[in-house]
């Protein structure tokens, strides 16, 4: 009988975990997670392998969603990261919980990456980072800072994006392709200070969007392309929006057009040149794998060749059970078959960035 030796059945248990046969709700065993104060907001979350030793540290450089580390899915994923043999730190972005993507985000994760490498189960360990969604702007950034550069040794960017104006019009519904229709939100609330429209209430009019992200985000069913079933949810809210700014609120959700040409006009107005890191990216040394759905209705798949122009060398990942920032359910998944061979090859790759 032929036993398996540590690394294969590491990769076996990351196969098992990142794959879309897991179960959504459940969690690898063998792991401690341990609460950080990092700075303002709540708390970040440190996770160690409690069976193994750890092999490398990983730093998560989230995307937006208003329970930051808290959230189930990041929670799992770092989890699984740890349960594979590594030292994880999972950071609350205070920018990124109040779903603005704000210059602060770039800050935040740097200081992140240095309380990860002073941890003294982490700091003779390889540093690696993995970012979810448009948590790969600080990624790359970060990446690219010189003082950082020479000591990372690996960067996973997963559903990232290239091009800040091709992100927008994806959020706002610009973008050809099928999209969530949920997302707009976070668009306006990033460009707020420089949209072209008076605005009367402002604490209102941003509490409101952000409970509308709250109560729309975890009902899949308001996800699918085309869908109008937040439309009523928009209106309720607009009882908690001063009367001036209800027809911007609604805007903003994308119940009444024209939200892309006022993101548009504040992008071109505003100092927002930080939302594009393509100027950074010659300097980005580690090894990089970006990894793309090819059905992502978030931050469309054309967002990954605009990583791959961009950066000095990168490995290209299009997998088509895997949506936005998670695998796909199993009917999604049936519809890729056809291309079984592409996609165990795109999957083995997976694990071989992670693992």
């Known amino acids: 009988m032929t036993i398996l030796d540590d690394d294969t059945l590491a990769l076996a248990r990351l196969a098992w975990w990142l794959g879309p046969w897991s179960p959504r709700g459940a969690r690898p065993a063998g792991v401690r997670r341990r609460a950080l104060t990092l700075g303002a907001g709540g708390p970040s979350f440190l996770y160690q392998p409690t069976d193994r030793p750890a092999r490398a540290a990983w730093l998560i450089s989230p995307g937006l969603h208003p329970d930051g580390p808290d959230d189930a899915r990041m929670d799992r994923f770092a989890h699984v990261l740890a349960a ?94 099928p999209r969530d229709p949920l997302n707009q939100p976070a668009a306006f609330l990033t460009l707020l200070d420089h949209l072209p429209v008076a605005i009367h209430d402002r604490a209102r009019l941003v509490a409101a969007w952000r409970w509308f992200v709250r109560t729309a985000w975890p009902r899949e069913a308001w996800k699918r392309a085309g869908s109008t079933a937040h439309h009523a949810c928009a209106r309720e809210l607009t009882r908690e929006v001063d009367a001036r700014d209800r027809e911007l609120f609604l805007v903003g959700c994308g119940v009444v057009p024209g939200g892309h040409a006022l993101c548009r006009a504040a992008l071109a107005a505003g100092p927002y040149a930080y939302l594009d890191p393509r100027p950074h990216l010659a300097g980005v040394r580690a090894e990089v794998t970006a990894i793309h759905g090819l059905t992502d209705t978030v931050i469309p798949i054309g967002q990954l060749d605009a990583l791959v122009a961009a950066l000095p060398r990168v490995r290209a990942v299009r997998l088509g059970g895997f949506a936005h920032s998670r695998p796909v359910g199993a009917a999604e998944l049936v519809r890729h078959l056809p291309r079984a061979a592409d996609e165990v090859r795109a999957f083995a790759a997976v694990l071989r960035a992670v693992a």
């Open 84 to 177: 594979a043999g590594a030292v994880v730190l999972s950071p609350r972005s205070p920018a990124l919980c109040e779903l603005r993507l704000g210059p602060e985000v770039v800050r935040c994760l740097a200081g992140a990456a240095d309380a990860l490498t002073a941890e003294p189960a982490a700091r003779d360990l390889p540093l690696r980072v993995a970012s979810v969604s448009v948590g790969s702007l600080a990624a790359l950034r970060l990446a690219a800072e010189p003082a950082t550069a020479a000591r990372l040794d690996r960067l996973v960017v997963i559903g990232g994006y290239a091009d800040p104006e091709a992100l927008m019009a994806s959020l706002c519904g610009a973008d050809p392709a």
